[in-house]
């Protein structure tokens, strides 16, 4: 995008605030101004593109099992019809082969142009047993030093998220994560409140999807939850389904969190194939009768935060862009329309009480 180019709209979300009536100038893939015009509106609403943190496949094809740039173009399509231009694919608990695989996808997938992949996001296998959800038992284990640092050197610039139980890794391990820039989110945990602060001091910076599959907060053992709600420095990603938390639970930990907490779909595909055999139920995904994954876009996702959260719009925006891009500290160029940030948005409209995508 060499020339100038300019999109209006009747409103426009800033990430802060609406403004009416404004023209949004683009410039080489970055926005250079946003201004008042009195030109036709283009669109009804723009707001800044979602992000979808954790995400694992599409359309039939489940990421860890098709480990290739055709599952990630599919993973992008889907996303884009929820308004998220952004994602973080998302390899649950696994062998290492199929984490290289997932590596090398990524890498081919960036070299061919593809669009609006952040990275990858790997979810374990360095996860408490205790806590592991729908995650292969028999896959989960404590990392070794010289496990993580081959990993890390084969995930080079790719590896942007590793969710991990804290309390079954050595601290020193955790900062070496953190020391290269990957961001570390305490998941599948069954740590105490202390061993959950200390992980909070020490390296770990979010939490993965919260309540589940985490100790829980109790008057005499306060556990993840608690440690995650007292950490000041820490965010919380929650999937607002009305599966996988209660909407009592929801509002709870947004008064509890406010800016900390933000959404991801978790969302799978059905599968017959390799170690997750997801299938949905109803508007669920279940893997050998437990709950294994979400059916949401972000766009469902948005209009649920409204509805049942008792979220303001402009907060349930901020949820589903500004702080997933903050969690990954990429907050200086995405999840706003102001200058100098990436020029993608999503284009909405409000219908009968529900936001719908306006395809661009």
Not at 162 to 187: H, K, Q, Y
């Amino acid at each position: 995008m060499s020339n100038r180019t300019i999109v209006t709209a009747r409103q426009l979300f800033t990430g802060e605030k609406w403004v009416a009536n404004s023209a949004l100038w683009v410039r080489e893939g970055r926005i250079e101004a946003i201004e008042p015009t009195d030109r036709a509106p283009q669109y009804d609403l723009l707001v800044p593109s979602f992000i979808d943190l954790q995400i694992y496949g599409a359309y039939g094809r489940l990421f860890s099992v098709f480990p290739d740039t055709e599952s990630l173009s599919l993973l992008h399509r889907y996303c884009l019809l929820g308004g998220a231009f952004y994602f973080l694919p998302t390899v649950a608990t696994n062998t290492p082969q199929v984490f290289s695989a997932a590596i090398r996808a990524v890498r081919t997938y960036w070299e061919q142009g593809g669009q609006g992949c952040l990275g990858l996001h790997l979810e374990g296998p360095w996860l408490n047993p205790l806590k592991r959800g729908a995650h292969v038992a028999s896959l989960l284990r404590t990392p070794s030093r010289t496990e993580v640092i081959d990993l890390l050197k084969e995930g080079e610039d790719v590896i942007k998220l590793i969710t991990l139980a804290p309390e079954v890794c050595d601290p020193e391990l955790i900062g070496m994560i953190r020391d290269l820039g990957i961001r570390v989110s305490a998941g599948h945990s069954n740590a105490t409140f202390r061993q959950g602060s200390d992980a909070f001091k020490h390296g770990v910076s979010l939490a993965t999807h919260l309540f589940n599959a985490m100790s829980p907060l109790q008057h005499r053992d306060p556990g993840m939850v608690g440690a995650i709600f007292c950490a000041d420095n820490a965010m919380a990603s929650i999937i607002p389904d009305g599966h996988h938390v209660d909407w009592a639970a929801l509002q709870i930990a947004k008064k509890q969190l406010g800016e900390r907490l933000f959404v991801i779909t978790d969302a799978v595909t059905d599968t017959s194939q390799g170690p997750y055999l997801h299938q949905l139920v109803n508007d669920h995904y279940e893997a050998s009768g437990v709950l294994s994954g979400s059916s949401l876009t972000m766009l469902k996702a948005l209009n649920n935060l409204i509805h049942f959260g008792a979220i303001e719009p402009e907060e349930a925006l901020r949820m589903c862009s500004l702080y997933p891009a903050r969690a990954l500290g990429i907050d200086d160029k995405l999840g706003r329309l102001a200058p100098g940030y990436q020029a993608q948005w999503t284009a909405l409209s409000f219908h009968e009480k529900n936001y719908t995508l306006t395809l661009l």
